[in-house]
Each structure stands twice: as C-alpha cells, then as structure tokens.
C-alpha cells in the first residue's frame, strides 16, 4: 500500500440530486505518469478535489501519501504541486509577489529553480497577472507548482485553451519531473495525444464511473480493430462476443474487439470469418468506443 | 417579440438581476434601520427630531444610502462593454444606461425614504434627496463608463465627490463657521430652490454629454488622450520600480494576512482616507474663502466624524456581502464571471485552497489582517484629529468652544465603538456567518424574545435582548467547540474572555447614565461579537476549505 | 537524432521508435558503435514518457539491433552478428510483403512485379553506402 501514492477505494460523491462520482477505486503508483481521461463534466476536477482535500469522501475513502487529505491538509499540500484547471491565481499580484507569497507555504522551495524557470518561461516578475495571456498565467502556475520540487504533481487539464507552443513547456515539465527519481504525476486531459505520449497508466472516467483503469501498453494490447469477411452477406454486423463496436456492410464487417489476439482469432473462426485486415486503432478510438458501449 | 432596444436591454437587465433587484433594496434599508430604530427607543421626544444632531445623522444616512443606490444599479448594469459589438449607436448605448440608471436611482430612493417616514416617526424630506442621488448618479456616470483605469478620472471622481458635497452642505444650512453641523442654523433640505434645479440641469447635461465622449472613445479604443496616457505610463512605471523589492514573508500567516489585507480589506481604509482628504480640501476651501480658520476645524472635525461613520458604513456594507454575496453572484450572467477568486472578494478559489497552511494559522491571518485594516483606519482618524488639534493650536482657537469636543469621553468612546464595529463587521463571514444558519443558535434568543414580550416589555429590549443572547450563545458554543479541537489553548480563550467582559463591564461603567437598557444589551452583543472570531474563525474556515 | 513520432496514429510510440531506430540502422544513417541519445534526453526531446523509450531500448537489445554498455549508455549493435542480420532481414521481409500484398490486390502477376524490381535496380546503380553483407 505505500507503493501508491494514492489510493482511492469506492469513492462515491453527489451534488444534491447529482451523482458526480459513483465507486471511483483509483490507485495511483509511486514514480510514475497517470493519466485521467475524460469528456467534460465527467467528474475528473471533483476527483481531483478529493485528492486535494477540497471534498470530503461522502462514500468509499482517500488516502494521499497514506494520509487523509481532508485531516491533514498541511502536511498532504505540502509534498503537492497543484495546477488548477482555472489557474485562479489573484490578478491583481505582480508575477514577482506571487512567488514571494508562494514560497513562503513551502519549506522545500528551490528558489534557484524558480528563477531559471521564470527565465525559461520568459515572465517578467514586474507584470501584474491581469495583464498576462492565458499562456503566460498557465506558465506562471506550472512554474509554481513545480519550484517546490513536489513528490506528486497534480495538473487538471493543463493544456485546455493553450497553444501548441505552450503545451510543449508543460507536457516537457511533466516529463522532467519523471525522470526525477521517485516522483508521480498525475494530470487530466481530455486531450488524448498528450495522454498517449505521457502516461504511463491510463484511467477513464465517464458520468463519474471509471471505465478503465490500465497500464498504457496493456491497453494496445487489449483492443483491435479487425476487418473480418464472412462467408454469408448480411444487414447487420454479425454478432462477435467481446467487441465494442462495429461497421461495415455485405460480407465485411470491421470490429473494435476488446480482449487478447487469440482469442479473437478463436471467435472470428468460430463465425467462419477470416482476418482481412488489421486496422490501426488510437486511444481516441478506444475511448470513444468504451464511453459508446455505456 | 422585442419590438425595440430599450425593451429588449431592459429584458435582459431585469431577467439577469431577477434576485439582485429584490435583495437590493433591502440591503439598502437595513443598515439605516440599524441605526435608526436603536435612536427612537433612546430619545422619544420631538425636539429630538429636529435637532441638529439628526439632521446631521440624516445627510450621513443619506450619502450612505445614495452610494449604495449607485453602487448597486451600476454593478446591476453591468459593463457597457457588452453591446458594442451590437448594431446599437453609441448614444444609444449611452442613453440607456444614463437615464434608465438616474429613473432606477431616483425611484429606489424615493421609496426607501417613502418607507422610513412610515416606519419611523421621522418626517425627513424626500424629494430633495432624490432630486440630489439623481444628480450624484450623473455626476459620476462619465468616471464609471469606462474600461480603461485612469488616476485622471479618479481624480476628477473626488473633485465631483467635493462638488457634490458642499451643495448638500450649503442647502442644509450649514454656515461653514464654528460649530460647523451642529448648530442651531442647520435646517433640513426641505426646497428645492430655483438654484437648485438650474444646478441640476446643468450637471445633468454636462455629466451626458461626457458621459458620452467617454463611451465613444472606449467603443473605439481609444483609452487616453495622448498626454494623460504619457503621464500615466511615467506614474506606472514610477509604482513599478517603488514596489520593486521583494518581499520576504516570515511565515505562512504573515504572508496569508498580507494577502487578506490587499485583496479584501484595503479598500475601507482607502475610502476612509479618501474621506478624510476631501474633508480637509473642502475645509481648508471653505476656510481661504471665509478667511476664518475656525471653518477649518468645524468642517475637519465633521469631515472626519463623516469619514468614520463611512467606515463602519462601508465595513457594514463588505460584511453584509460576504455573508450574502454568494447568493447573489449566482445568479449573474455567465460572462460576468471573473476569474473566481475575484468575482466575491470573500471566496477562496481552487489555488488558495491548495496552499499548505493550517487552518488554525489561516485563522489568524484573516483575524490579524482584520485588525491590521481597523488599525489602520484608526491611525489615520488619529491623525486627522493630531492635525486638528495642531492647527487649533498653531491658529489660537479655543477647542473647548466646538461641540462635540466638550467631552473627551464622547470622542474617545465614540471613536474605539467605531474601531471594535469595524474589526466585527470585518469578520462576518467567518466569525457569525456559520452561526446564522444554526437553528439552535436562535433557539434560546427566540425564547426569551418571547418571554418578554409575553411580558410586555417594549420591542427594542426583545430584540436587543434576543441578540444578546444570540451571540452569547454562539460565543459559548464556539469557545466550547475550538477547546475541544484544540484550535486554541485555554489560556488564550480564558484571556479573551476575561479582555472582553472588562471592556463590556467599562463600557457599562462608562455609559451608565447615557444608556438605556437596549444601549446596554447592544453593548454586551458587540463585546460578544468581538471575541467571536477568536474563537470561530478556524472552525469557519475548516468548513469551507471542505465540502 | 532524427527521430519523428506521431501520437494518435495507431501505432503505439514504442514501436515507432524501434523502426524508426531499426530503420536509421538499416540505411546506414546510423552506424555500428555510435552512441544513441539517453532515455532522459530522447524522452525530452520527443516528449514522451522515458519508460516508453526506455522499453524501445530495451525491445532493441533483445533483438541485437542495439548494445547497452555499462555506464556509457546504448549504442548501435555492430551489424556482423547473426542477431542484427537476422533484424534486417525480418525488416526486409515486411517491406516484401507489403509490396506483393499490394501488388496482387492490384492485380499484377508476380513475373511482373519481379520484371519491375529488376529495372528499378538498373535505374538506382549509385551503390549506397550500407552495411557490407558477406552472405
């Protein structure tokens, strides 16, 4: 249990009459990059809060770094580098006071790093936030977020809204900080590419369930999308146990399938189906078809 | 279905203020009737009503009233900003917002007033006051409509604010000699003389046609004239380099409490500042002009009385916001989101939550920050009476002949209430804010408030006496609640408890014969609700950092 | 290093890496003994997970096309072990594939495509510089 960093056992919150997240289990390993797929409104930000303390766990229980966020905020926050969804850092401090107000919260602050950051960032410390661009304030954030060399990083959608010259410095950032010895990262995005490249571990979250919850390269390992021809034509897709999705007309018929190669291959013989084709399949693809199949 | 602009803009404003337009007007009352029902139960008789004292309570409630009828239509309004991407002419634009504004102004006034004559045995004059808030509402419509922050404006806003204000004066009566308000001269604004309605056209055509120049230049960009923007820069870049160093916070709390303080509470001690320059530009006018330089005590003694009912005002105002501004921020339109931790001064967005500061330090950064705001509002009324006194002496005028500094013991006293209301009022949100909603917080007040008047006594002793018992109540239980979670120790709460209950006892000492039974009781409930934050801050704050 | 991967494409990055490792190889762009960039640096560069390269390293060496030497890092396996030919010929063997895969669903015979390979090679006489086969 002290392999994970964080661990999240049936959570259940609602809003009122809102179910947000409904038996969430989620658990996070030390050293490495998760990923938090999920469309907006799925429930990622209130998972995220949990983790922060923000929200107590109605159901089920949070623990970060063995503890429990919401009793011990101080020393939790304290080892996270949190970067809002909103980035509502107050607009009216200069770049430079932030950082002087932020590094007060955190003993491990590497003032040395701050700077090179803000250099690398090309911020100005005289100007005030309200005057900065959307790039400029996520810059800023990350930038307070990692100067304290956290042992968790904890970004929610860190590139919405972003160019792609600033998602290059974050999504570098978040690389940096893995190949630092023993830290975690865990970001959510509702941008797959940038999952792919990223994560190490991927889990969906969709209406507040999860969906998946799978080392990346597990997943490729799970899912094709096969062109089978059959001996017969058809109207509908003939019915192939495990599969997500399917298209196509007459006598082929294209499967997103769910489940190993061999045993595809043993349902698809079954059917009397031979493998015309291997299709490529993303990560887009896959959710799309398991958020599709609830 | 909109057969026209005005009917669709006005639509649009009611259908977005649906819940502001309802809590508005009340907000507007309910400070004034905190002052004024507490005075009916302490003088009844009628010569009170036309001293020079509630005259001069009057112009105060009613400047107070004016600022929050304006305040309110133009947060309302919203930014003008909105329908310039519209097929709309400017003038338009202008139009709707100048006049529908002064006829909101003028009729919010007018019924306010309207309901104070009936609940209140006090005939104070309505149609000068409205005639003046439209006036006001004008006046400040050209520095309001604009996008661009500009010391310029700000400085034309106070020289309208000095304007605005000697007319009030002038049409009270006031003579601008010793004795300045409270004398017997000062008469009620009860006509509006020729002068007056030529001075109000006039402004009220000046103020338009700025008002308009000033729209047009922010519909097409243009922010400044040349020159001013030059000037402006310089004045930017002068801050810049003055508030270049760095700061070097010594702890979590300090650097909490400086945050507070910047971003909640700066502006009370700015206003009460400002309030007191203007008191003084206006004195030191009145004086030159009257070559008498004991105008200039008067005015510079009522100015700073002014300025300190403005700040218990203000902080009445912020406090009541931040017990109900939330309510009233949902239901604005979506555009109007600010980033969060802008749009109510009182919430603390996603960053601040993710600080690691306990929520016992939190507490007293917020307690400390407040305090810091209330001493500095007091220092700089302290210094406006150092320099009173400084002048009276450096001029050879006798002070014991201006009233209101006969005894040092109303000045003195009057000054520390207004310094413990502000620090109170400060704290709203976090001291009583939790309280008001606990049923069985109210359960004993509403008890006893029957007892009474199941016995007959008077409605000012039930309610004083069922909010005393109310903020006993939370007091006790709070203490009872931070003990027990060891938010903080049992010297310190039997130290704050022992503090308070001699500066109730004082003040009681002090009061005894001015006071009468609701004076007492309301003496108790403020000594309570000053030890309040000492104790329920950290329980407020543990509540809201989690939810 | 010039590599180029393509995230959402299908293809798991991984696996982009290594052929296109094994294809730097193979043309001789990159030779036997040279030094591949880090895990850390390669991860930065392409931002990608290090463990995804770090598992392109690894794939790499168990098939020979690469060596890690202690403490110095990864380096292009020298091309005359039976490993690394073996690689080039599994690489060579997918692109025939593909070609006749192609070509019949076009409809050409294989004397054709064979009679086409020929005066491709005629054409392209400049011998390339590659790795010298002794076989």
Redesign the interface.
Known sequence: MSDFVIDIQHLGRSFGKTEALQDVSLQVPRGGVFGLIGSNGAGKTTLIKHILGSHYAQRGWVKVFGLDPVAEPVKVLGRIGYMSEDRDVPSWMRIGELIDFTRTFYPAWDSGYATELTSVFELDVKQKIRDLSRGQTARVCLLLALSHRPELLVLDEPSSGLDPVIRRDILTAIVRTTTDEGRTVLFSSHLLDEVERLADRVAILHQGRILLDQKLEDIYESYHRVTLRFDRSSSVAPALEGSLHSDGNGNEWTYVYRGQKGQLLAASSQLNATVVAELPLSLDDIFVCNIQGH | MMHSIIAALTWEYVARNRWMLLWLPLLANIPALCILLPLKSISPDDSFMTSPLLIGIQVSVLLSLVLVVCFGIISTQGSSRRLYRFPISTIQITSYYFWTGALLVGAQVALVLWLWKVLLPIDWPIASPVVFSIVCWCALQPVVRGQSQSLWWIVLAILIVIALSFWLLIRHGVPFQQGGMLTSQVHYWNVISITDWLITFFSLGLAYWLTAIRVTYDRSGRSNMPLLERIQLALERLEARWFSGSWNFRSPIQAYSWYDLRHRLLTIPILVFLGVLVSWVIAGLTAVIKRDPGTLISLAIGGTYLSTVLQVYMALLFGALSLFGKYLVRFEAPEHKLKKSDATPFEHGSFFNGLPISFKDKATALVASSAMATVICGAVLLLSYALIGMVAWAFGVCLSNVKFLNHWKYLVSMNVLAMVLTFVLNNLKFSIGPMLWRIDHWFWSIILAAILVAFGQPAGICVSAAFCVFVLVALTASTIQSLMKADIRLGTALGIWGIGTCLAILGWYLFRDEFGPVGMLLLAALAGLSMLPFFSTTESIRRAHTS | MQIHIQ????????LQVMQQIKYLVASGRLEPGDELPSI?SL??Q??????TIA?AYRELETQGVVEKRRTAGTFVADSGSPLARKERLKLLKERIDQLLTEAYQMGFELDEVMKLVEQSSLISQQPKKGPSSHE
């Open positions: 995230a959402q494409g299908g293809v798991p990055i991984y850390r991860a930065e392409l931002i990608v997970n290090p463990n598992r």
